[in-house]
């Protein structure tokens, strides 16, 4: 009896069963050839596509302007809206490369300008958003979200501090509240604070201010004032927060300065509010606290908009100058030693810096002032 007769792709093959073996070897060959050259066309064209992509973004890309004024504003936004706009993973892989500090309790942080710490009304991405991914980009897809320490204003930059779990998050939490926590910042500031060390001591209180728009300050609330050359005690507002902060001028020129602050208490915006109204001296870059009824962009001197490379038609996009540089904790968990952490200037900073002629002080200096501060405690 003659064997059966297969035909596949206009062949005849003879042969008992085992040549269906063979049949399939002979038909799945060319299916794999054609997937593989199908996937090979398709990834040509994914790639083709995206260099097309690329070049239309480069041809609509905006030309760097002419207008001095112009390059200047476009170099202020490149520096301080990377991050705002970004997917959470790429955020969360800038944030690992800004690391200062990791340890088995903490994770600490180089906070990116124009970033709110937590969500809210018309907040696309914050810090708290992305915590469960640069958990896992730490240490493997297994790993538990990071835990907020403590909080920065969303112009802020600087150290911030993470913990890995809940316990560890509510001790540092409890530093903070207690006092324990050094803490300095840098702030550029319109005019120079006077006298150039000292200590404001000045209850503060969240008014409504008065103006074209109706919104809310923080204010100072003294509880003296000056009437007819005489000091005279004001009664107590019930909302008053208590509010103190320690400022000491590191450089200056005659209308601008680089100043160091430490707020031994933590009340909402006490740095800006503090150094506004208590010292008529705000931050660069403060448009909300700089006047008390309007809420419209910082106004500057002709000298300094001169030195900025801005009008003040542009003065809108000046990012406010105040950066988290430092931070000491008690020693935590097994550590015998306090932890001192420092951060670098943001670019925007370090280049008004040197535009308007402010130096940074040395290393010996920061320690003998650090010496000095702990001395007076």
């Known amino acids: 009896m003659a064997a059966p007769r297969w035909r596949a ?14 049949l399939f070897s002979l038909v799945s060959k060319p299916f794999c050839s054609a997937a593989a050259a199908s996937t090979s066309v398709n990834a040509q064209r994914l790639a083709e596509r995206l260099r097309a992509q690329k070049r239309e973004q480069d041809t609509n890309k905006k030309p760097v302007s002419t207008n001095p004024v112009q390059r200047r504003v476009q170099e202020i936004v490149r520096f301080t809206r990377q991050l705002q706009r970004v997917h959470p993973n790429v955020l969360a892989k800038a ?16 906070k990116p300008y124009g970033l709110p710490v937590h969500g809210g009304p018309g907040v696309q991405l914050c810090i708290s958003d ?65 006298p150039s060390a000292g200590v404001v001591d000045i209850p503060i209180v969240e008014k409504e201010a008065q103006g074209q728009q109706q919104h809310h300050k923080m204010t100072l609330s003294p509880s003296y004032r000056m ?21 000491q001028v590191l450089s200056s020129t005659l209308s601008s ?37 309007r809420l419209a962009p910082q106004k500057l001197s002709v000298g300094t908009l001169k030195k900025l490379g801005l009008e003040q038609s542009k003065a809108r996009y000046i990012p406010l100058h105040l950066h988290a540089q430092q931070l000491i904790l008690p020693a935590l968990g097994s550590s015998k030693e306090d932890l001192n952490l420092v951060c670098k200037l943001p670019r925007f900073f370090v280049c008004s810096l040197r535009r308007l002629g402010l130096e940074m002080p040395n290393q010996d200096q920061n320690e003998n002032n650090e010496a000095e501060h702990l001395g007076a405690q």
């Open 9 to 22: 792709s206009g062949l005849w093959i003879w042969g008992n069963g085992q040549g269906l073996e063979s």
């Open 95 to 110: 944030l690992t490369r800004g690391i200062l500090h990791q340890d088995n309790n903490l994770v600490v942080i180089n």
């Open 130 to 194: 992305v915590l469960p991914i640069l958990a896992k980009m730490l240490h493997g897809h297994k790993a538990e979200p990071l835990h907020l320490c403590h909080r920065l204003d969303k112009e802020t930059t600087g150290v911030m501090v993470l913990a890995w779990d809940k316990d560890m998050a509510h001790q540092v939490q409890e530093l903070f509240r207690t006092r324990q926590v050094v803490k300095k910042y840098w702030a550029i500031t319109v005019r120079v604070p006077m």
């Open 227 to 247: 009437d007819n050359g005489k000091m005279v005690k004001v009664r107590h507002s019930r909302n008053a927060q208590v509010a103190v902060t320690r400022y």
């Open 257 to 293: 300065a680089l100043v160091e602050l430490q707020p031994i208490t933590g009340i909402k915006h006490q740095l800006r509010v503090h150094l506004s109204f208590g010292l008529d001296c705000p931050i660069l870059g403060d448009h909300k606290y700089s006047d008390w009824n």
